[in-house]
T-cell receptor, first 115, second 110 residues
Framework: DSGVTQTPKHLITATGQRVTLRCSPRSGDLSVYWYQQSLDQGLQFLIQYYNGEERAKGNILERFSAQQFPDLHSELNLSSLELGDSALYFC??????????????FGEGSRLTVL | TQLLEQSPQFLSIQEGENLTVYCNSSSVFSSLQWYRQEPGEGPVLLVTVVTGGEVKKLKRLTFQFGDARKDSSLHITAAQPGDTGLYLCAGAGSNYKLTFGKGTLLTVNP
């Protein structure tokens, strides 16, 4: 158990819909990262927050948005869903703001299926 | 964009065999991490290497960071079915942002 909690574990929805994925980081970790994992693209970095502020942005689509709340939990919002958005979405947390040599602790992921 | 190429993409071996998987890039990384991901789980950190030429051992796993800090290898001795999983390397650039390779999917058959 990494200490990172993600909900829901599985989600099936239709094209055009909007979903929200939730993440609670490990106790004491201020940084939250969101990644998308698919078979062809591997693990792609989407966005990072540190103590409520956006710290880094990766390959995140404009249809996607995220935020980190004062209690440090984070939400990833995916809207106008397309078939290609079907993937595993991981949240990770760490103690330090940037990767450096620090360890990322990953949750078990949310598997999104868009039909 | 810093890219990490992992090879082979898939590897299926018998229990007791040795294997090496590779992680290569044209970019220099300040550090490199190896993670293992099992089905239905998130990646779990195995090791971080920081110094060019560094070798780290974790039981039957040996990790090496290239002298130029552009590549790394993971060698497993006497593989066991419990070693089955997706092995991911991740490099940290000058801005410390981690870039992941696509991974090597290892299957160790009993």
């Amino acid at each position: 158990d990494s200490g990172v909690t993600q909900t829901p574990k599985h989600l099936i929805t239709a094209t055009g819909q909007r979903v929200t994925l939730r993440c609670s980081p490990r106790s004491g970790d201020l940084s939250v990262y969101w990644y998308q994992q698919s078979l062809d693209q591997g693990l792609q970095f989407l966005i990072q927050y540190y103590n409520g502020e956006e710290r880094a942005k990766g390959n995140i689509l404009e249809r996607f948005s995220a935020q980190q709340f004062p209690d440090l939990h984070s939400e990833l919002n995916l809207s106008s869903l397309e078939l290609g958005d079907s993937a595993l979405y991981f949240c990770a947390s760490s103690k330090i703001p940037q990767g450096a040599a620090g360890e990322l602790f990953f949750g078990e992921g949310s598997r999104l299926t868009v039909l | 964009t810093q890219l990490l190429e992992q090879s082979p993409q898939f590897l299926s071996i018998q229990e007791g065999e040795n294997l090496t998987v590779y992680c290569n890039s044209s970019s220099v990384f300040s550090s490199l991490q190896w993670y293992r991901q099992e089905p239905g789980e998130g990646p779990v950190l195995l090791v971080t290497v920081v110094t060019g030429g560094e070798v780290k051992k974790l039981k039957r796993l040996t990790f090496q960071f290239g002298d130029a800090r552009k590549d790394s290898s993971l060698h497993i001795t006497a593989a066991q079915p419990g070693d089955t999983g997706l092995y991911l390397c991740a490099g940290a650039g000058s801005n410390y942002k981690l870039t992941f390779g696509k991974g090597t999917l290892l299957t160790v058959n009993p």
